[in-house]
């Protein structure tokens, strides 16, 4: 949710750049530590940096591999999808209406600095300082939470001033981390910035922005030890320096690298590499506030001229599994039976409704991130060949993730957006629910009336008529074209064969899983 998901918005976010752009923090004890020997050392060569390091901030899925790493959530989504206990151990609603939930938190937890996690920190980071601060991302997931009665330091009840069913998913997502109240408030928000802790696997010790991040395990962690100690991640934007580096032994996984890779890895002795779908979906985001995009047999065209099929052979191997909805294949808000097919021809019909065709060429904005996701712009530039076939002419540019946050949040998306929509928990509330909300900031289909809809969905406590309800509202929306639906994202990851790893349907990249195998 997707969940490909600003920091307090981009001022705030470049003002905190000032503080650590071009320069290296580190703790004092990382930064008089003796470099380990290569056994104890994971390189891993990403795609992207994190634009803040406050994860409460941002709805960032590319970064969730880093927050991970030295973040916690209060629950965890495992590789099949299902909540699992991590700082809170226990969980219980105490009412038929789904309003309030019990918590218990683990009572041996502790944040980088030592200092014990306790129930304050954890209504700090839900409650108290996303309500001073209302453009921090956390309120987009919890913004019915209506107050956190602490009865301890490990006990507390969240109050939901409406019925939030879906509440606990929302506990181990995107931003749901427990940040130390203490710390945060002495240091303020650049010093966190400048020198982030939290209570996770492991602790920054050193950070370059744009470049790299250097972890070491945080012996008190309360889960198993990491068995890998330290962790370097390389931000190589470019997929085929990724690939270099790995053959090159300069790193020791490679994260997200081209699908035409993955075979010929595969046949080298000492590497490995796989492809899988996994819990996101691309979509081309449509902005409603861009005049062309009013039209709904435009929007209606620009669907039905995308051969899926054609573009998951072409670029995934045909891993990739076309879709007709806003939900991966198979899960609860999946429609049985309901296909948007491909058909040139009805394409062409629809545009010629809008006043346009290869007499008149529809003239539109697209944009594109290169090598962020798996073949990203490859995608882009097959979908422009398709759109010209009935009359399209769109302008294709690449963007930086970081960007199309910033257009995004403001509104000022100025075209059609080639996206990967992250959904961790599989939910459908995160997908239709979340993707077509007029509300939230990173939402582009700014139709009023939906919020009425999404609204008594998310308080619906029958589970049959909520899914039910969501599969309603996700083929309503492929009939409208509001969002485009593509394709199951893929994620693909190489690694030497002594890197013992696991792939999650989150696509997490989690090193404190990892061990060397020889």
Same mark, same amino acid.
């Given at each position: ?235 190589? #934007?470019? /997929?085929?320096?990724? !690939? $270099? ?8 996984? @490679?994260? %997200?690298?081209? +699908? ?68 991966? #294949?198979? /899960?609860?808000?999946? !429609? $049985? ?8 021809? @009805?394409? %062409?019909?629809? +545009? ?167």
């Amino acid at each position: 949710m997707i969940h490909a998901w600003w920091v307090r918005g981009v001022g705030r976010t470049l003002a905190s750049c000032l503080v650590v752009c071009g320069t290296l923090f580190a703790t004092s004890a990382g930064a008089q530590a003796d470099k380990p020997a290569p056994s104890e050392e994971l390189k891993i060569a990403y795609p992207v940096d994190v634009p803040s390091w406050d994860p409460t901030a941002v709805t960032f899925p590319a970064g969730q591999s880093l927050y991970k790493a030295v973040f916690d959530s209060p629950l965890f989504i495992d590789g099949d999808l299902k909540l699992q206990p991590a700082l809170i151990k226990s969980w219980r609603w105490l009412d038929d209406k789904n309003m309030r939930l019990a918590i218990v938190l683990r009572d041996d937890a502790t944040f980088h600095d030592g200092s014990k996690l306790s129930t304050d920190d954890f209504k700090f980071s839900f409650l108290d300082r996303p309500k001073r601060d209302k453009r921090l991302a956390i309120n987009g997931f919890f913004g019915a939470l209506q107050d956190i009665q602490i009865s301890s330091p490990t006990e507390a009840t969240l109050v939901f001033s409406t019925p939030t069913p879906t509440a606990p998913n929302y506990l181990g997502f995107l931003t749901s981390y427990i940040l130390p109240r203490a710390y945060l408030e002495k240091v303020g928000e650049d010093g966190f910035q400048a020198a982030p802790i939290g209570a996770g696997p492991y602790k920054v010790v050193r950070y370059e922005r744009g470049s790299r991040v250097v972890l070491e395990a945080y012996d008190k962690y309360w889960g198993p030890k990491p068995a890998i100690k330290r962790v370097v991640f390389e931000f190589v #934007p470019d /997929s085929s320096a990724r !690939v $270099a580096m790995l053959e090159s032994g300069r790193a020791d996984v @490679a994260v %997200q690298i081209p +699908l035409r890779e993955v075979n010929r890895l595969n046949k080298q002795p000492a590497l490995k590499a796989e492809v899988y779908p996994y819990s996101e979906i691309f979509i081309l985001q449509i902005p409603s506030y861009v005049p062309e995009f009013q039209n709904e047999h435009v929007r209606r065209a620009l669907h039905l001229a995308i051969n899926k099929q054609a573009i998951s052979k072409a670029f995934y191997a045909s891993v990739a599994k076309p879709l007709s909805v806003l939900a991966t #294949p198979g /899960s609860a808000g999946d !429609v $049985a039976g309901f296909n948007y097919a491909f058909d040139k021809a @009805a394409a %062409q019909a629809e +545009l010629a409704k809008a006043g346009y065709g290869p007499d008149k060429p529809l003239k539109i904005q697209f944009l594109s991130t290169n090598n962020t996701f798996p073949s990203d712009y490859e995608m882009a530039r097959a979908i422009v060949q398709m759109w010209s076939q009935i009359g399209v002419q769109a302008n294709l540019q690449e963007i930086t993730l970081a960007k199309y946050l910033e257009l995004s949040h403001s509104s000022k998306v100025p075209g059609v957006m080639l996206y990967s929509w992250a959904n961790a928990t599989g939910d459908p509330e995160i997908f239709a629910g979340k993707i077509l909300d007029p509300r939230l900031r990173f939402s582009t289909w700014k139709e009023p009336e939906l919020a009425k809809t999404i609204d008594a969905l998310a308080a619906q406590g029958d589970p049959d008529k909520r899914m039910q309800g969501y599969r309603d509202l996700a083929r309503q929306a492929t009939e409208h074209a509001w969002s485009l639906p593509l394709l199951q994202s893929v994620a693909t990851v190489a690694s030497k064969k002594s890197v013992d790893m696991k792939v999650y349907q989150t696509g997490y990249i989690l090193p404190a899983t990892y061990r060397w195998s020889r």
